[in-house]
């Protein structure tokens, strides 16, 4: 079964300022997808970034980039230039290639500050 | 451009009470999913379906029930309501992670609100 971690409290981070939000994961299958989304106070669910266990290269979606590190199971995002609207939590969750099963972990609070 | 359309926004059931949550989706995608999220937690699968008639239980399935007679509508059926399942429900789609369109992930719809009293 996949599992997702996420154990950072929550951050404060000044506007405009990178911030990065840690994500190890464990998996036995060798094809799997990872994502990050984001939810704000208002409560739905944003998709932000998509990275695919055979990818080669790191993904990148505007702001956002994810660290991965395949080999020591981690897919840490990463947000640059922190606007006040980043204020939210982010989820990091995974998913088995024909499973499909979006698991998630527990959460990152993130509060961008003027 | 709906998306993944879920109704009711908001529910308040007395305990011992049954309701049916509504989701669809109009993007073709042959996996739809449900799940909980409970405050200051993730989220957790409850029933989750391949494509029409077939549905399976997820990590959290007792006390839901769910079918899935068309591509487009994936119904959660709470029976017996008790004040465990006060939660926030979403309903999401996809498709086949990996061999589909990834650059969506996952959509979900706004969320269902559900208080047991």
């Known amino acids: 079964a996949q599992k997702i971690t996420q154990t950072q409290p929550g951050m404060f981070v000044q506007e405009k300022e990178a911030v990065t939000l840690d994500c190890t994961y464990d998996?036995?299958?060798?094809?799997?997808?990872l994502f990050w989304y984001k939810q704000p106070s208002s409560g739905e669910m944003i998709f932000l970034i998509y990275?695919?266990?055979?990818?080669?290269q790191n993904a990148t979606e505007g702001r956002y980039s994810l660290n991965f590190q395949k080999a020591r199971k981690s897919a840490n995002l990463v947000i640059s230039a922190s606007q006040l609207g980043d204020s939210a939590m982010y989820f990091c969750?995974?998913?088995?290639?024909?499973?499909?099963?979006?698991?998630f972990g527990k959460g990152n609070q993130v509060v961008v500050i003027p | 451009n709906a998306g993944v359309t879920q109704t009711p926004k908001f529910r308040i059931l007395k305990i011992g009470q049954s309701m049916t949550l509504q989701c669809t989706q109009d993007?073709?995608?042959?996996?739809m999913y449900w799940y909980r999220q409970d405050p200051g937690m993730g989220l957790k699968l409850i029933y989750y379906?391949?494509?029409?008639?077939?549905?399976d239980k997820g990590e959290v399935p007792n006390g839901y029930n769910v079918s899935r007679s068309t591509t487009e509508d994936f119904p959660l059926r709470l029976e017996l309501a008790a004040p465990s399942q006060t939660s926030v429900y979403f309903c999401?789609?996809?498709?086949?992670?990996?061999?589909?369109?990834?650059?969506?992930?996952?959509?979900f719809g706004s969320g269902t609100r559900l208080t047991v009293v």
């Open positions: 990275q695919g266990s055979y990818d080669q």
């Open positions: 993007m073709n995608h042959n996996y």
């Open positions: 379906s391949v494509g029409a008639g077939i549905t």
């Open positions: 969750a995974m998913s088995v290639y024909g499973n499909n099963r979006l698991a």
């Open positions: 999401a789609s996809s498709y086949n992670v990996g061999q589909g369109p990834t650059s969506g992930g996952y959509t």
């Open positions: 998996t036995s299958d060798p094809s799997y997808g």
